[in-house]
C-alpha cells in the first residue's frame, strides 16, 4: 500500500516551465512502476511518462517527448515531472501513478495503475 501526493501545479504562461512532484509514503519506494498521466478538460485521462519498476527505462508520450522529463529521487521517495517549454494543450489535472505489478504493454493505460494521487492543476494561458 503505498499514498501518494502530487504538488506543483499552477497558472503559467506559454514557454515557461514547471516541475510537478509526488510525494510517496507507506510503502518501499524502488519496486515501483511510476507513471504521470493528465486530464484535460472534458477529456479522457492520458498518459504522460512512465518509469518501468526499478526505474530501468522511461516512456514518453509523442505530445511531450523532449519537452518533459521523468524523474526520482530514491532518497526522498519522490516523483518528478520537469515540464519545459510548456502549451495551452498541456492544460490538464496531472496525476501521479504507481503500480507493483504493471507489465510494460500496459504502462500507457491508466485503468492498469494501482495507486493515484488526488492530482494538480496545470493551467497553461496562451
Known amino acids: 500500500q503505498v499514498s501518494l501526493a502530487e504538488s506543483g501545479g499552477g497558472l503559467v504562461q506559454t514557454g515557461d516551465s514547471r516541475r510537478l512532484s509526488c510525494a510517496a509514503s507507506?510503502?518501499?519506494?524502488?519496486?515501483?512502476?511510476m507513471a504521470w498521466f493528465r486530464q484535460p478538460p472534458g477529456k479522457e485521462r492520458e498518459f504522460v511518462a512512465a518509469?518501468?519498476?526499478?526505474?530501468?527505462?522511461?516512456y514518453y508520450a509523442d505530445s511531450v517527448k523532449g519537452r518533459f522529463t521523468i524523474s526520482r529521487d530514491n532518497a526522498k521517495s519522490t516523483l518528478f515531472l520537469q515540464m519545459n517549454d510548456l502549451k495551452p494543450e498541456d492544460t490538464a489535472v496531472y496525476y501521479c501513478?504507481?503500480?507493483?505489478?504493471?507489465?510494460?504493454?500496459?504502462?500507457?493505460?491508466?485503468?492498469?495503475?494501482?495507486?493515484w494521487g488526488q492530482g494538480t492543476q496545470v493551467t497553461v494561458s496562451s
Open positions: 518509469f518501468s519498476r526499478y526505474g530501468t527505462h522511461t
Open positions: 501513478a504507481f503500480d507493483q505489478r504493471i507489465i510494460l504493454s500496459s504502462l500507457r493505460l491508466p485503468e492498469q495503475w494501482d495507486y
Open positions: 507507506g510503502s518501499s519506494f524502488r519496486p515501483y512502476a
